[in-house]
Nanobody, 127 residues
Framework: QVQLVESGGGSVQAGGSLRLSCAASGVTSSNYAMGWFRQAPGKEREFVAAINWDGVITYYGDSAKGRSTISRDNAKKTVYLQMNTLKPEDTAVYLC????????????????????WGQGTQVTVSS
């Protein structure tokens, strides 16, 4: 059973930074892509960033481009999301997701492509 646990969320002022982590357990190899999504109250779940199984290919949603960086450490089975220049509109629950396999295409931006989800970590940005 694959389990994903996010950490690193919190409350920051606008312009600040946060680094989110997502630790995976129950995976037997590195052949899985990872994605970050976010969901604010009353809104659809939104794609933030994704990274393929070997970390070579990354995708970013419009809200994350230029401000966020996704990376992974397969030895630690952990994926990171560095978020900079945070804005109040970035306030949401951030969830990580795993897609088993070596898929590296743009479909990684589609939330329905993922097999497992974490519980999420709250990010609150105040003005």
């Amino acid at each position: 059973q694959v389990q994903l646990v996010e950490s690193g969320g919190g409350s920051v002022q606008a312009g600040g930074s946060l680094r989110l982590s997502c630790a995976a357990s129950g995976v037997t190899s590195s052949n899985y892509a990872m994605g970050w999504f976010r969901q604010a109250p009353g809104k659809e779940r939104e794609f933030v960033a994704a990274i393929n199984w070997d970390g070579v290919i990354t995708y970013y949603g419009d809200s994350a481009k230029g401000r966020s960086t996704i990376s992974r450490d397969n030895a630690k089975k952990t994926v990171y999301l560095q978020m900079n220049t945070l804005k109040p509109e970035d306030t949401a629950v951030y969830l990580c997701a795993a897609r088993i396999g070596v898929e590296s295409g743009s479909r990684l931006a589609n939330r329905y492509q993922y097999d497992y989800w974490g519980q999420g970590t709250q990010v609150t940005v105040s003005s």
